[in-house]
Every structure is written in C-alpha cells, then in structure tokens.
C-alpha cells in the first residue's frame, strides 16, 4: 500500500510516499537526507490520532506525517501487529537483561 504524506519538520516539511511493504514502511521523497525505511523490529510503535495523521515511533527517531488520504484502520491494525511480533521475537531472542548482581556474557556480574 502506498499513501501520499507530508513529512513535518521544523522548518516546513517534505512531501513524498509512505510505502507499506511486508518487512517494514518507507518515506520516499525527493528532497535529499530525508527519505527514511524502518524495518518492523526498528519501530516501537505507531500512532494515528486521527484519519489524517501518522506518527511513526522508532527507537532512534520520530516522524509526523501529514496524510493526503486516510489510512485504513485494517492496514493501522495489520502494522501494530507486525510491530508487536517482531518485538516480541527480538525480547525471545535477547539475552536476559541484566539486573545487580546477575551474570552476563562475560562471566563479570551486572553491578560491577
């Protein structure tokens, strides 16, 4: 699916494509240094407080986007869940996350 956005800046924005593919979204544009492509396991979540708008929360950084037509709340379903599963099977996958006293990969323990 493909939707036409603006991306908004602090000095005016961009326009371009949001491009939702299987393994993640893209933010084609022309102007140069601000096209952008998450994979699902680079986004935290998403957010849609309204038909119009889009923000899209990865872990280094954050985009708004203005819609030029509304997103389908099956497609803003299907992206959560995508987001949500491949978080969940990076949590599977990670090591346990060290607390005081635990032992981590190096033998040392984690409060040192």
Same mark, same amino acid.
């Given at each position: ?8 800046t602090?000095?005016?924005g ?15 544009t022309?102007?140069?240094?601000d096209s952008?492509?998450?994979?699902? %396991?680079?986004? $935290? ?6 038909p119009? @708008?889009?923000?899209?929360? #990865?872990?280094?950084?954050?985009y708004?986007?203005?819609?030029k ?13 995508e987001?949500?599963?491949?978080n969940?099977?990076?949590l599977? %996958?990670?090591? $346990? ?7 981590? @990969?190096?033998?040392?323990? #984690?409060?040192?």
């Amino acid at each position: 699916m493909i939707i036409a956005a603006h991306h908004r800046t602090l000095t005016h924005g961009t326009n371009g494509v949001l491009r939702f593919r299987g393994d993640g979204i893209d933010y084609v544009t022309s102007t140069a240094g601000d096209s952008r492509s998450w994979r699902w %396991a680079d986004l $935290e979540t998403v957010s849609n407080p309204d038909p119009w @708008h889009l923000f899209v929360f #990865g872990y280094r950084d954050t985009y708004a986007f203005d819609l030029k037509q509304q997103i389908s709340r099956k497609m803003l379903n299907h992206i959560s869940d995508e987001i949500w599963a491949h978080n969940q099977n990076e949590l599977k %996958a990670a090591p $346990e996350a060290l607390t005081p006293g635990t032992t981590g @990969h190096n033998g040392r323990r #984690g409060d040192e």
